[in-house]
């Protein structure tokens, strides 16, 4: 018997020195007592114990070192011999068994959803190029297949698995006066805060960072520059009133914005989430939770993204992978994203760029206008350079920006000096906010990326030249993921 596997990893192949082994990871995620593996690698006679992970006790794993080659395995959960139907299987002299096949090195696949991979800067992309011809074509059925598996996983999972162990959650009053809430969000690095009504008793609507974009765009239209009085006359509340006029001057067909609070529930289903952000287009849903009957005394738990959604699941089907065929995919195959025409394509919705002297009142219409995130700064060759976000906007209360400016006289290039680290050895544009993939990337590296915390979007770039290619954001991979 062998004893605790351990990550470190053990010989059980049974071969002679100089033979070339391959660490395997074997996981059971389906809970247990007492989980033991055994295999063609152990001709069959030993078994070796298999540990919980920690912080998960459902999950259990081992590493064993194995030569290249075909392999068959099996689970013995509590005296029980079981198979993973969610694995490779076929049936065999010892009944139904898993099957897995380690390539040599050279032809080896990276594992999927790999957390241990080690940290690069932001404008780092890969420039080893996937075959694409050597990538088998996937069929309908294969990510229907996929979409079902990721759907039932998201209905029977609730937003409880989003809730941190410990954290805060910054709340404003609606009677705060504008200035000051501008204040608090750039000095907490966050760029929206639920708002809570005293008089009513609960929370009424969230503030964003596109609250302050149509504030600065709403006081530069009168001609004058930004003044801190400005500001300071108006209130959370009277700004939210004032908004519904604006925003129908900017779409007379806006039906209206005096809608209720969009939240959602402890025991809601992170599907319903999901589509709950989707549909209504917002970037943050408040969870909230009431002990009593009538909904009084509301607690706030957490705000809710797509990204942390999206972690979720790329942490359930970490080990798991090959039930779901789409992740193999690389992201140019599959229809997801917004993408820079070809020559000779028709030109579908058109990628928002602009130069890095576009003025902050061009950069701020375009988000506003085009109902984006974020806005690539490219060179003349259309080369990445960095990107200008909504979040951003926040950044002009350091030092009381936003009262020294006009919008169409300040370019992005020095908005953006405004809020960086002047010790910063990178200068203006020194990447670091600048999330980028390739064309080639797997669908599965382009989620990993997306579920960091504020990586709402991934810019696609061209290797070498980093010549924007596209966009794709984490709303477009839960639209493709959920068929909607």
Same mark, same amino acid.
């Given at each position: 018997?062998?004893?605790?596997?351990?990550?470190?990893?053990?010989?059980?192949?049974?071969?002679?020195?100089?033979?070339?082994?391959?660490?395997?990871?074997?996981?059971?995620?389906?809970?247990?007592?007492?989980?033991?593996?055994?295999?063609?690698?152990?001709?069959?006679?030993?078994?070796?114990?298999?540990?919980?992970?920690?912080?998960?006790?459902?999950?259990?794993?081992?590493?064993?070192?194995?030569?290249?080659?075909?392999?068959?395995?099996?689970?013995?959960?509590?005296?029980?011999?079981?198979?993973?139907?969610?694995?490779?299987?076929?049936?065999?002299?010892?009944?139904?068994?898993?099957?897995?096949?380690?390539?040599?090195?050279?032809?080896?696949?990276?594992?999927?959803?790999?957390?241990?991979?080690?940290?690069?800067?932001?404008?780092?992309?890969?420039?080893?190029?996937?075959?694409?011809?050597?990538?088998?074509?996937?069929?309908?059925?294969?990510?229907?297949?996929?979409?079902?598996?990721?759907?039932?996983?998201?209905?029977?999972?609730?937003?409880?698995?989003?809730?941190?162990?410990?954290?805060?959650?910054?709340?404003?009053?609606?009677?705060?006066?504008?200035?000051?809430?501008?204040?608090?969000?750039?000095?907490?690095?966050?760029?929206?805060?639920?708002?809570?009504?005293?008089?009513?008793?609960?929370?009424?609507?969230?503030?964003?960072?596109?609250?302050?974009?149509?504030?600065?765009?709403?006081?530069?239209?009168?001609?004058?520059?930004?003044?801190?009085?400005?500001?300071?006359?108006?209130?959370?509340?009277?700004?939210?009133?004032?908004?519904?006029? +604006?925003?129908?001057?900017? *779409?007379?067909? &806006?039906?209206? !914005? @005096? %809608? #209720?609070? /969009?939240?959602?529930?402890?025991? =809601?289903?992170?599907?319903?989430?999901?589509?709950?952000?989707?549909?209504?287009?917002?970037?943050?849903?408040?969870?909230?939770?009431?002990?009593?009957?009538?909904?009084?005394?509301?607690?706030?738990?957490?705000?809710?993204?797509?990204?942390?959604?999206?972690?979720?699941?790329?942490?359930?089907?970490?080990?798991?992978?090959?039930?779901?065929?789409?992740?193999?995919?690389?992201?140019?195959?599959?229809?997801?994203?917004?993408?820079?025409?070809?020559?000779?394509?028709?030109?579908?919705?058109?990628?928002?760029?602009?130069?890095?002297?576009?003025?902050?009142?061009?950069?701020?219409?375009?988000?506003?206008?085009?109902?984006?995130?974020?806005?690539? +700064?490219?060179?003349?060759? *259309?080369?990445? &350079?960095?990107? !200008? @976000? %909504? #979040?951003? /906007?926040?950044?002009?209360?350091? =030092?009381?920006?936003?009262?020294?400016?006009?919008?169409?006289?300040?370019?992005?290039?020095?908005?953006?000096?405004?809020?960086?680290?002047?010790?910063?050895?990178?200068?203006?544009?020194?990447?670091?906010?600048?999330?980028?993939?390739?064309?080639?990337?797997?669908?599965?590296?382009?989620?990993?990326?997306?579920?960091?915390?504020?990586?709402?979007?991934?810019?696609?770039?061209?290797?070498?030249?980093?010549?924007?290619?596209?966009?794709?954001?984490?709303?477009?991979?839960?639209?493709?993921?959920?068929?909607?």
């Amino acid at each position: 018997m062998f004893g605790s596997g351990s990550d470190s990893g053990q010989n059980h192949s049974g071969v002679g020195a100089g033979t070339v082994l391959m660490p395997t990871r074997f996981v059971w995620p389906y809970g247990g007592r007492r989980v033991l593996l055994s295999g063609s690698f152990t001709r069959w006679q030993d078994h070796i114990t298999m540990s919980p992970m920690e912080g998960c006790p459902t999950v259990f794993q081992v590493v064993c070192n194995l030569t290249p080659g075909y392999h068959q395995y099996k689970f013995c959960v509590d005296g029980e011999w079981r198979h993973d139907e969610h694995q490779q299987f076929v049936s065999g002299s010892y009944g139904v068994v898993n099957t897995i096949f380690l390539p040599r090195e050279s032809d080896g696949i990276p594992e999927l959803f790999n957390s241990d991979v080690p940290a690069r800067s932001n404008m780092d992309v890969d420039n080893d190029f996937l075959r694409l011809d050597a990538v088998p074509q996937i069929s309908q059925a294969e990510i229907e297949l996929s979409r079902q598996r990721i759907s039932a996983f998201l209905s029977t999972h609730t937003a409880y698995e989003l809730l941190p162990e410990s954290g805060k959650v910054i709340a404003l009053d609606v009677n705060l006066p504008v200035k000051q809430a501008f204040h608090i969000l750039y000095e907490q690095g966050i760029s929206v805060a639920p708002l809570w009504d005293f008089c009513k008793g609960q929370f009424v609507g969230v503030l964003t960072a596109m609250d302050f974009i149509l504030i600065l765009m709403e006081l530069g239209n009168h001609g004058s520059n930004l003044t801190e009085e400005e500001l300071e006359t108006h209130t959370i509340s009277a700004w939210k009133g004032g908004k519904i006029r +604006i925003n129908r001057q900017i *779409d007379c067909n &806006l039906n209206s !914005y @005096s %809608r #209720s609070l /969009i939240h959602g529930g402890p025991y =809601d289903s992170l599907k319903d989430l999901a589509l709950r952000l989707l549909q209504n287009k917002v970037s943050t849903l408040p969870i909230i939770h009431s002990s009593s009957p009538d909904g009084s005394f509301p607690q706030l738990l957490h705000l809710a993204t797509l990204s942390g959604i999206l972690k979720c699941i790329c942490r359930h089907f970490k080990h798991s992978s090959s039930s779901l065929p789409i992740l193999q995919q690389p992201i140019c195959s599959i229809p997801i994203g917004t993408w820079v025409p070809q020559i000779g394509e028709a030109s579908g919705k058109p990628v928002a760029m602009l130069r890095r002297n576009a003025s902050l009142g061009a950069a701020l219409s375009l988000l506003v206008q085009a109902e984006v995130s974020s806005v690539p +700064i490219v060179d003349d060759n *259309d080369s990445l &350079l960095d990107i !200008y @976000s %909504r #979040s951003d /906007i926040t950044a002009l209360a350091k =030092d009381r920006a936003y009262a020294q400016i006009h919008l169409d006289e300040l370019s992005i290039h020095q908005a953006i000096q405004l809020g960086q680290d002047a010790s910063s050895p990178f200068g203006l544009f020194n990447g670091q906010r600048c999330q980028m993939c390739l064309r080639s990337d797997p669908l599965h590296k382009v989620m990993e990326r997306l579920a960091v915390p504020g990586a709402r979007r991934l810019v696609i770039v061209e290797a070498g030249s980093k010549r924007v290619e596209g966009i794709v954001s984490v709303s477009d991979v839960f639209r493709f993921l959920l068929g909607c």
